[in-house]
């Protein structure tokens, strides 16, 4: 079981593991960046959102240029990431989050098959017409709002009253942080989805606060970016899509796969390759300890 947490350790520490993370991470955003240079979005003007709510006509936005709304979350994205590669925790923060998510996507469709239920509401269900560029820049604009609402302002208010309660207090207070912004964060899924989605949002919801108290903030910002802008990679083939709105990702659509899936073949000759590696150097050192694969 040792073995195991060192060989574990050395592969989240590895600097070359790190890398091979943010390049993955980079993808949705340099696909969005060649759409929106290309068809020339990056100089328009959308509206950004300020206060809204699924269901609730009633709104409060602002007309900012794109190059500008859109600048500041890539910013966001790209410090976040930078952020925990500089401490070496992105892999341990990506390596929860997918399992995370394929966990969560299995539960929900092992209780959507008995219970019968069905999505409301999915991307390729919907006709797209005019709207590919407000979709994509709803992909990173929705993220931002949902990790603000739900995780960011909890935890200013949690790390506020932690100066103020005991310690037994606090841990209660984070229990709380934990579970009603994460029920509020269904409530607000379910106008769009309906409870088909109900366990998913919960789990992931769950792990993104718990991942946002031991790493920061920028832990759920920049999964549920990534996250919810993946699908920006296949847009160019997708249904409902008009091709000459989406030109540059259609174009483009089957370097942008090849270059997902060799990451994805790499990436596992990466672990493989660093887990053998110390698994060999453990059995010649024996107790001796392992030095972390720079």
């Given at each position: 079981?040792n073995?195991i ?7 989240f ?25 290309y ?12 206060l809204?709510?699924p269901g609730v ?6 007309l900012?240029?794109?190059w500008?709304?859109?600048g500041l ?7 976040g990431?930078?952020l925990?590669y500089?401490?070496?925790e992105?892999?341990k923060v990506?390596f ?34 005019g ?13 931002l709002?949902e990790e ?16 103020r309660?005991?310690k037994?207090m ?5 229990a ?8 509020m964060?269904?409530?607000?899924h379910?106008p ?8 998913d949002?919960?789990i992931?919801?769950v792990?993104f606060?718990?991942l946002d108290?031991?790493?920061s903030f920028f832990a ?19 249904k ?7 030109y ?5 659509y ?6 997902f ?11 493989l ?9 453990l ?6 300890k ?5």
């Open positions: 079981m073995n947490k060192i060989i574990l350790k050395q592969i520490h590895s600097r070359i593991i790190q890398v091979s993370v943010v390049i993955f991470f980079m993808m949705p955003l340099v696909a969005t960046l060649g759409q929106y240079l068809c020339g979005f990056i100089t328009s003007r959308n509206r950004f959102l300020i809204f709510w006509h009633c709104e409060f936005s602002v900012l240029p794109v500008l709304s859109f979350m890539g910013i966001s994205y790209v410090v990431i930078l925990l500089k401490k070496r992105l892999s990506f929860c989050g997918i399992s995370t998510v394929v966990i969560a996507d299995l539960l929900e469709a092992l209780v959507n098959h008995y219970t019968g239920l069905k999505e409301m509401e999915t991307i390729n269900g919907i006709n797209l017409s709207k590919v560029n407000m979709v994509i820049f709803a992909s990173w604009q929705n993220p709002w603000v609402v739900f995780r960011g302002i909890p935890l200013i208010i949690l790390y506020y009253v932690s100066k309660i005991s037994k606090y841990s209660y207070s984070k709380i942080y934990i579970i009603v912004p994460s029920i964060c269904v409530i607000y379910m769009n989805h309906g409870p088909a989605r109900i366990v949002t919960f992931i919801a792990v606060s718990y108290l031991k790493y759920s910002l920049i999964l549920h970016y990534m996250y919810d802008s993946e699908i920006i990679i296949n847009m160019g083939k997708m409902g899509v008009p091709l000459n709105e989406v540059w990702l259609n174009k483009n089957h370097t942008l796969n090849t270059i899936s060799l990451w994805i073949l790499s990436f596992i000759a990466l672990i390759l660093i887990a053998i590696w110390n698994i060999c150097r059995k010649m050192g024996k107790n001796k392992c030095d972390i694969i720079m």
